[in-house]
């Protein structure tokens, strides 16, 4: 099983820009999650979704949306970026008691 | 969620346990106590949970105090591998998924 896959791994982009962050998952977890993790910091929860059509706003969502169209992808949108966007992105997927995270996507916003 | 503290870093030489802190005075009697751990920018691991009795699996064992008001994580052998920064989380389980909001831990560092 791959688990959960993030791609890029690494993005760079000018501000105002916009991209998407993808995220797959392989175990037909209903709830996935995104994270931004910025240095020597914790994680900080954006955007959630308990299943597909379903998503709902985490504790930092401004300047990102999220849809959620199959159990399996789960993406996040950055509508216009800006520097304060430079972080670590994490997706997760969750099953009862144990959350699965991708590798992450590191993005640099310039 | 009860607030969790764990101290900002610890160390541990090599082949000996390593057993992480937590206090959670304010648990209440439905949440669990879980542990992730986070290896150099990877995306978090769990570890392990429970609610009151210890628990032990091939990682890590908990220990969870009879009051529940905190615990410690023991790694028995620790390994170079096992240098990352560790997620003491309370919250109450549910039947489906969820998520779990990561505060700054304790970071480890395994000594050769």
């Known amino acids: 099983n791959a688990g959960v896959t993030q791609t890029p791994k690494f993005q760079v982009l000018k501000t105002g820009q916009s991209m998407t962050l993808q995220c797959a998952q392989d175990?037909?977890?209903?709830?996935m999650s995104w994270y931004r993790q910025d240095p020597g910091m914790g994680l900080r929860l954006i955007h959630y979704s308990v299943g597909a059509g379903i998503t709902d706003q985490g504790e930092v969502p401004n300047g990102y949306n999220v849809s959620r169209s199959t159990t399996e992808d789960f993406p996040l949108r950055l509508l216009s970026a800006a520097p304060s966007q430079t972080s670590v992105y994490f997706c997760a997927s969750s099953y009862l008691n144990e959350a699965f995270f991708g590798q992450g996507t590191r993005l640099t916003v310039v | 969620d009860a607030k969790t503290t764990q101290p900002p870093s610890m160390d541990c030489a090599e082949g000996r346990a390593a057993n992480l802190p937590c206090n959670h005075s304010?648990?209440?009697?439905?949440?669990?106590v879980y542990w992730y751990r986070q290896i150099h920018s990877q995306g978090p691991q769990y570890i392990i949970h429970?609610?009151?009795n210890n628990e032990t699996n091939e990682m890590a064992s908990l220990i969870i105090t009879e009051d529940r008001k905190s615990s410690t994580l023991i790694l028995p052998h620790a390994t170079l591998r096992d240098t990352a920064v560790y997620y003491c989380i309370v919250r109450v389980a549910t039947g489906y998924g969820q998520n779990f909001v990561f505060g700054p831990g304790t970071r480890l560092s395994v000594l050769p």
């Open positions: 175990m037909n977890h209903e709830y």
């Open positions: 429970g609610l009151k």
């Open positions: 304010t648990i209440s009697g439905n949440e669990y």
